[in-house]
């Protein structure tokens, strides 16, 4: 052999590898199906969006703001970039730091609100929660009657709420009584509400089931083996997963900034129209560094839990 | 079988004593209490008060919208009795008018902005992969390995790792403001906006998939002496692609709720025409519009799901 390649090793008996392979007619795998399925809707959502690449190269004036914009990353201001700052307006820095607060403060009412209402939507939309114990038979029968319209309607509510994203609920309740801090904070909690509901039920039928079926065979009543037997089992899952989503709902509050709750994403739509881009790096770099401190947070807790 | 008393008195002290020695996780208590106390503080504080959302002036409001919320025919006086039929000429009207074409630039938006994610994610994933951005891939067992070239490879990761980083870390809508005043008002800044950030997203999860497959099919055909990026693609992007896949749609189960909402910022998507309804005080558009945005996001859902299902189960 002049190739670097070895062979296969020399067994003694003369192997055919062909006859390994699946042969006739290569059959179209699945993978390759996605894979085609993929590029060909990109395609068409690239012609029906009329993307063209012409439109990629940005005119001089749009570079030099990319450039300017990019370049006041390493400079982010510490005081007003404006040269007129109204009176009575607080230091800058103060200001950054009050909206991390409020934007903190939306995150936290927001989470606690979404497990008031996603744990027990959770509880409702788990098949473990309906899968019959050693019940009597007349409890037995309501459940069986109960159940199926309960599970069915937790899924049917679990996936509106999703459906529906949270500035979309925000739209929503701006039309309908003006945006007030506490509607803001409705508006986060219901499509995580959902969300929540959707995972921690997952999370509590996949938790093992070796403790509650000893629970069980010991004589445990339904709801003990449920909430001592199931529920510790997924219990960790289920906190790292809260924590998680407090940091998402830090984004999602910031987000709602742009319909007037003073949180960090109003200042940075406000500085970015304003071409102050030193302030929307400060900003973004509060947002980071929230979003970093929740991050480490929940991977703290994650690998005391978890692991 | 029935306990004695003592029997009995003997087994409780023996729970409690257990009780008493259960490992105990501070960090976890501490957590916890910063969590509820910064929930009761943020309650207390944030200014959530209910006072305000149910004062006289916003009921009112509340009432006017209950009216206005429902299909313009059933709020004139004078639509007669096929009210069924004028219920669904206006819902027709709706959908043909704008409904439909803004569905569709909806789930197109959506999609491009998915497809070039995947495509960024994957020229990314595999400089960010420090078992295949190596200068020994895999541990190719005896080959000395210059200093320079150990240096060369952690600096490609450091990079290709800080870029998804960026990418993700700033916020889509930072991004479509960015791209917005850069190209102006088309199509692409949406697209952009979503790929950038979701290509970080992907990115970052395709470098773990891809560090923590099996190493015993790269190793081999490294060692039959294959080059690094014959390993990527035959021994590794095989390996991994059921898995890079799953959070392709899953991601773009994201990335279809998140056009809907980059209409808020001008591109024509629904969510365009949802706050141009609220705009011109149409509560009856506004409201169908949220609806079909849902059924999109839940259309969406379903089709993620099938299509992650086969996935999983194909061989």
């Given at each position: 052999m002049t190739t670097?390649?070895?062979?296969?090793?020399?067994?003694?008996?003369?192997?055919?590898?062909?006859?390994?392979?699946?042969?006739?007619?290569?059959?179209?795998?699945?993978?390759?199906?996605?894979?085609?399925?993929?590029?060909?809707?990109?395609?068409?959502?690239?012609?029906?969006?009329?993307?063209?690449?012409?439109?990629?190269?940005?005119?001089?004036?749009?570079?030099?703001?990319?450039?300017?914009?990019?370049?006041?990353?390493?400079?982010?201001?510490?005081?007003?970039?404006?040269?007129?700052?109204?009176?009575?307006?607080?230091?800058?820095?103060?200001?950054?730091?009050?909206?991390?607060?409020?934007?903190?403060?939306?995150?936290?009412?927001a989470s606690s609100l979404s497990l008031i209402f996603g744990v027990p939507l959770a509880f409702v939309s788990s098949q473990a929660w309906w899968a019959s114990g050693d019940e009597g038979a007349g409890a037995r029968r309501v459940i069986h009657a109960v159940g199926p319209v309960v599970y069915g309607v937790s899924r049917v509510v679990i996936g509106l709420s999703r459906s529906v994203h949270e500035l979309l609920w925000a739209v929503l309740f701006l039309a309908a009584m003006g945006l007030t801090p506490l509607a803001a904070v409705v508006a986060i909690a219901i499509p995580y509400s959902g969300t929540l509901a959707k995972v921690f039920s997952e999370m509590i039928d996949e938790a093992p089931r070796d403790t509650a079926r000893a629970l069980r065979d010991a004589g445990a009543g339904p709801l003990s083996v449920f909430f001592f037997g199931l529920l510790p089992r997924a219990l960790p899952d289920m906190l790292s997963y809260a924590f998680y989503r407090f940091e998402c709902a830090l984004r999602s509050a910031a987000v709602l900034g742009f319909f007037g709750i003073p949180t960090l994403g109003l200042f940075i739509r406000e500085s970015f129209t304003n071409a102050q881009y030193h302030e929307v790096w400060t900003y973004l770099y509060a947002m980071f560094a929230l979003v970093l401190a929740a991050d480490a947070w929940s991977g703290r807790i994650r690998r005391r839990l978890v692991a | 079988m029935s306990e004695s008393p003592e029997q009995l008195a003997r087994r409780r002290a023996e729970v409690k004593h257990l009780r008493a020695r259960r490992p105990r996780n501070w960090f976890g208590r501490a957590s916890a209490l910063l969590a509820v106390g910064l929930v009761v503080v943020s309650w207390l504080a944030g200014g959530f008060s209910s006072s305000d959302i149910l004062s006289s002036r916003r009921l009112t409001n509340l009432r006017r919208f209950m009216t206005e919320v429902r299909p313009y025919p059933l709020q004139r006086e004078d639509t007669g009795p096929s009210r069924a039929s004028a219920v669904w000429e206006w819902a027709r009207d709706l959908l043909a008018g704008k409904g439909l074409s803004a569905a569709w630039a909806t789930l197109a938006l959506s999609v491009a902005a998915i497809v070039l994610a995947g495509a960024l994610a994957l020229v990314l994933t595999l400089p960010a992969a420090r078992n295949v951005a190596s200068a020994e891939p895999f541990g190719l067992p005896g080959t000395r390995v210059v200093p320079a070239a150990r240096w060369l490879w952690t600096g490609i990761v450091v990079l290709a790792r800080g870029l998804l980083t960026f990418f993700r870390a700033i916020p889509e809508y930072v991004w479509a403001f960015l791209f917005l005043s850069m190209l102006g008002p088309q199509a692409w800044p949406a697209v952009l906006a979503l790929a950038v950030h979701n290509g970080g997203i992907l990115g970052r999860l395709g470098a773990e998939v891809v560090e923590n497959v099996e190493p015993?099919?790269?190793?081999?055909?490294?060692?039959?002496?294959?080059?690094?990026?014959?390993?990527?693609?035959?021994?590794?992007?095989?390996?991994?692609?059921?898995?890079?896949?799953?959070?392709?749609?899953?991601?773009?189960?994201?990335?279809?709720?998140?056009?809907?909402?980059?209409?808020?910022l001008g591109f024509t998507s629904l969510g365009y025409w949802i706050d141009d309804a609220r705009v011109r005080g149409r509560y009856d558009e506004m409201t169908f519009f949220v609806a079909l945005a849902a059924s999109i996001v839940l259309a969406g859902d379903v089709a993620s799901a099938v299509t992650r299902r086969v996935i999983r189960n194909a061989d």
């Open positions: 670097g390649l070895k062979g296969p090793p020399d067994v003694g008996v003369p192997v055919d590898y062909r006859a390994a392979l699946p042969s006739g007619p290569r059959r179209l795998g699945t993978r390759r199906a996605v894979l085609l399925l993929i590029t060909v809707t990109g395609v068409w959502a690239a012609f029906h969006l009329q993307l063209d690449p012409r439109g990629l190269i940005p005119d001089g004036g749009g570079l030099r703001l990319a450039g300017r914009f990019f370049g006041a990353a390493l400079t982010p201001a510490l005081t007003y970039e404006a040269s007129f700052v109204p009176e009575g307006a607080p230091p800058f820095l103060q200001k950054v730091i009050n909206a991390m607060a409020v934007t903190v403060s939306f995150a936290a009412a | 015993a099919v790269p190793r081999a055909l490294r060692g039959l002496g294959a080059g690094r990026l014959q390993v990527a693609t035959l021994g590794v992007f095989p390996l991994v692609l059921p898995r890079l896949l799953l959070y392709f749609f899953y991601r773009w189960e994201t990335c279809v709720r998140e056009a809907t909402v980059l209409g808020l």
